[in-house]
């Protein structure tokens, strides 16, 4: 997993546009270019991540915040453990588009965390996204609900480090195992994103639609094999490879439809595949 701060600390001390057609095509329109910046992301005592809302969250929603499960304040999960409606007043330092520390949100539930599947902790929020909206002009970052595709150029935005991270997916696998945990269906970056400690619960943001598509959370730091902070691939025949310098993250599609109206998690909501306590 990528360490918190302290860990994190000693790792860093060793570490043309061109002519426009003169006559545009019909019903042909030039995309905005979304801007992938430090807005709407968090930094947490020992982590980062991102106030977020799914395509059907209203702006009088509590807000809601994702990072990873491994940054629960109470400590790892187990694996099998699920936790849900956990109280909690942990607070999340709001950052603007150039990373600048604009206000401390605070939370008041653990709504979901696990480290089973997958490595997630989502926090309920005492504000709501039109309160954040009105006294910081900040808006949340959207949960995409479709898979991400192989090939996509993402950023990882740590709002722990204030710093950015780009690459492109290099692929999926199958089972990612780090220590006593395993992760289903894992992201796997391409080369350029270095994340380092504290850049654990980073949200991972696809560049062409500046949604979040995953939450990143490991890398092989020392080539060992699938011990903790060395995490392995298992494909589906058991084949186990280890791929020293290598970052993962944990797909975030599968998050939105185990929430309802008005934010609340319901595990036995249709299409709902989250682990269950």
Not at 27 to 44: C, N
Not at 71 to 85: K, Q, S
Not at 229 to 258: K, L, R, S
Request: overall charge negative; some cysteine.
């Amino acid at each position: 997993m990528n360490k918190p701060l302290l860990a994190a600390l000693s790792s860093l001390a060793l570490a043309g546009l061109g002519a426009a057609p003169a006559v545009a095509a019909p019903h042909t329109a030039v995309k905005p270019k979304v801007t992938v910046d430090f807005a709407g992301t968090v930094s947490l005592s020992n982590c980062s991540g991102s106030v977020i809302r799914f395509p059907n969250s209203a702006d009088s929603d509590p807000a809601l915040v994702l990072t990873n499960g491994h940054c629960l304040e109470t400590g790892f999960p187990d694996p099998g453990e699920v936790i849900t409606g956990q109280s909690s007043s942990r607070t999340f330092g709001l950052l603007n588009s150039t990373g600048s520390k604009v206000a401390t949100l605070r939370a008041n539930q653990v709504v979901y965390s696990t480290m089973t599947d997958t490595d997630v902790t989502i926090y309920r929020l005492t504000t709501t996204y039109a309160q954040i909206k009105s006294a910081y002009g900040i808006s949340p970052l959207t949960v995409n609900d479709t898979h991400p595709t192989a090939g996509t150029a993402i950023k990882v935005v740590s709002g722990y480090w204030k710093r950015t991270y780009s690459c492109s997916i290099d692929g999926f696998v199958y089972r990612l195992k780090e220590g006593d945990w395993t992760w289903k269906d894992s992201v796997r970056y391409t080369s350029t994103c270095n994340t380092i400690g504290g850049t654990s619960g980073s949200p991972v943001i696809d560049t062409g639609t500046g949604k979040v598509v995953a939450v990143n959370n490991t890398g092989n730091e020392d080539g060992e094999t699938c011990t903790v902070d060395n995490p392995c691939e298992v494909d589906q025949n058991g084949n186990v490879t280890v791929h020293q310098g290598t970052n993962y993250a944990e797909e975030t599609y599968q998050i939105p439809a185990c929430f309802t109206t008005g934010n609340k998690l319901n595990l036995s909501a249709s299409g709902c595949t989250l682990p269950k306590p």
